[in-house]
């Protein structure tokens, strides 16, 4: 069953000319990994506000369509009543801190005190949760001598202490540096591969192409494309969207035109499918035989 249900979804910020979001429909299963991308502007923000009902609650506006999660339809509950069910992680991480706590430790029980989880399983969670995104030395210090990335750390163990069964990040490697980003989706996936729904805005293809089950690609507030990431990754229609290509992507599109990628052969989007591909390709070099392929 669909644990996300987007049905014509179209939404218009208060005094803004033109939807930011535009007849989208798409469902979630459980346990699913979908990513969105889209260029600066598309919509993927406003489509995660949507999916964890801060859309059209807080943000009033103009929504026509429905977005159910987990059963619940956002026009007709309150945020307050998604809480525990969807976590979202919002694109800048200070708009997240509760602005109420002097401890990185006392930041995560904030969201778990709201949720009314017993006392004596915090302690657990909340570590858990700091050990998992890496803060786990830092409980005592204040949230805001934290740097950006740290920020976004304890902003993401806040929401995982909370066991959502609706994981929504927007765009959470922005301030993350490789190895933190690699931790990121390394966590996201195990709880996706444990049944938590995970929706990531994210703009590194290179993570999505590795790690996402699926994908659905916004333009304009429009969903384009939708479909597994070996598929959307590699399509022209992400170039005209101004999204691009994984360099994997490019270096192989070039090689079909110099006969060094086999034609028929899908246009890789990981390191792994391009080395396949490349080794695979009859290579045609100037002034060479094809007594390469007979190397005695
Ligand atoms: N609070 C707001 N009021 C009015 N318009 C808004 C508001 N927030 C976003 N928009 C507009 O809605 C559209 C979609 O913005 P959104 O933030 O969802 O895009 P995005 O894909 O997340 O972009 P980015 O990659 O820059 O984060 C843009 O045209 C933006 O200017
Ligand atoms: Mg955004």
């Not at 807080?58 to 026009?75: E, I, P």
């Not at 933190?180 to 966590?187: E, R």
């Amino acid at each position: 069953m669909a644990v996300v249900e987007v049905q014509g979804l179209s939404y218009t910020y208060p005094g803004a000319d033109s939807p930011a979001l535009k007849d989208i429909s798409f469902q979630v299963e459980a346990g699913q990994l979908l990513a969105v991308i889209g260029a600066n502007g598309a919509g993927k923000s406003s489509l995660c506000l949507a999916l964890a009902g801060l859309i059209p609650t807080l943000f009033h506006g103009q929504m026509q369509g429905a977005v159910t999660v987990c059963g619940l339809d956002t026009r007709q509950h309150h945020p307050g009543q998604f809480a525990g069910r969807v976590g979202l992680v919002l694109q800048n991480p200070a708009n997240q801190l509760s602005g109420m706590r002097y401890t990185v430790y006392e930041e995560v029980a904030f969201g778990l005190e709201n949720l009314g989880t017993p006392r004596q399983e915090m302690p657990a969670r909340i570590e858990n949760a700091l050990q998992q995104v890496g803060l786990a030395g830092l409980g005592e210090r204040s949230p805001y001598t934290l740097s950006g990335g740290q920020q976004q750390r304890l902003a993401l163990a806040s929401i995982l202490a909370m066991q959502p069964n609706v994981l929504v990040l927007d765009e959470p490697t922005a301030m993350l540096d490789p190895q933190g980003s690699q931790a990121l989706f390394t966590i996201i996936y195990k709880l996706a591969r444990a049944g938590t729904t995970v929706i990531i805005a994210e703009h590194h293809l290179e993570w999505i192409a590795s790690f996402a089950d699926r994908v659905i690609a916004l333009a304009e507030g429009s969903l384009f494309l939708d479909g597994a990431p070996g598929e959307v990754l590699s399509s022209p229609r992400l170039l005209q969207a101004g999204i691009g290509w994984l360099r994997y992507t490019r270096a192989a599109h070039l090689g079909q035109d110099r006969g060094v990628w086999p034609v028929n052969r899908a246009l890789p989007v990981t390191l792994n499918q391009a080395v396949k591909g490349f080794q695979t390709a009859q290579l045609y070099l100037p002034g060479q035989e094809q007594d390469h392929a007979d190397p005695d």
